[in-house]
Structures are given as structure tokens and as C-alpha cells.
Nanobody, 119 residues
Framework: VQLQASGGGLVQPGGSLRLSCVVS????????MGWFREAPGRTRELVAT???????SYSASLEDRFTISRDNAKNTVYLQMNALGPEDTAVYYC??????????????WGQGTQVTVSS
């Protein structure tokens, strides 16, 4: 199982970015997916999660600006980020709970994508 995140980059304050993360592998059943972020000098924190049925949850401080969504047919999770500020600068990681062909569920992380908010 591999998770490939993309969409990060440099954006000016007030701008927007859309992150994507594709889960690939054989005989996959993808359950909960989510985004986390790790800013310099800080521990990794939850941004948002979304269940296979589309039910989502957010960090309270980000819910007004960030939107998580998924495309189950593509095993892809997205994170739309609006009104970005310097405090959003971090490496963003996607995570997915994936069931193997035997039914065992394990958590997997993507490689991270850098988001830098600066003028």
C-alpha cells in the first residue's frame, strides 16, 4: 500500500491550495482517511478525517477554512484550504486505514507535502 500526496507549494497569505492523496495497492478497501500537519518545532496534529461514508470531522480551529472530501472510486482524499495564513505553514501528511485482502486493517502514511504561506 502506498499513499502519494501532492498539491503543496508556496502561496501568499489569504490564498488557497488543494491537496490530494491517492492510495494505491492491490485488493484495497480504504476506510477512514485523513490529513495531519507538522509545523517546524511542533508535534504532528490532526487537521481533518473522513470516513468511507463521507462523514467528516475537523480540528475545531480549522473547520471554517478547510474542507476534506474523498472520491472512493479513485481511493483519493482531498483537502481544500482557504484563507491560508503563515500559521498554516507545515508539512501536510495524509493517512488512510486500509483493509487487506485478508481483512486486516492497518494505518498508512503518505510522504508529506510542504505547504508554505508567505508573501
Amino acid at each position: 500500500v502506498q499513499l502519494q500526496a501532492s498539491g503543496g507549494g508556496l502561496v501568499q497569505p489569504g490564498g488557497s491550495l488543494r491537496l490530494s492523496c491517492v492510495v494505491s495497492g492491490s485488493a484495497l478497501s480504504v476506510d477512514e482517511m485523513g490529513w495531519f500537519r507538522e509545523a517546524p518545532g511542533r508535534t504532528r496534529e490532526l487537521v481533518a478525517t473522513i470516513a468511507a461514508n463521507g462523514v467528516s470531522s475537523y480540528s475545531a480551529s480549522l473547520e471554517d477554512r478547510f474542507t476534506i472530501s474523498r472520491d472512493n472510486a479513485k481511493n483519493t482524499v482531498y483537502l481544500q484550504m482557504n484563507a491560508l495564513g503563515p500559521e498554516d505553514t507545515a508539512v501536510y501528511y495524509c493517512r488512510a486505514d486500509v483493509a487487506s485482502a485478508t481483512g486486516i486493517v492497518a494505518g498508512y502514511w503518505g510522504q508529506g507535502t510542504q505547504v508554505t504561506v508567505s508573501s
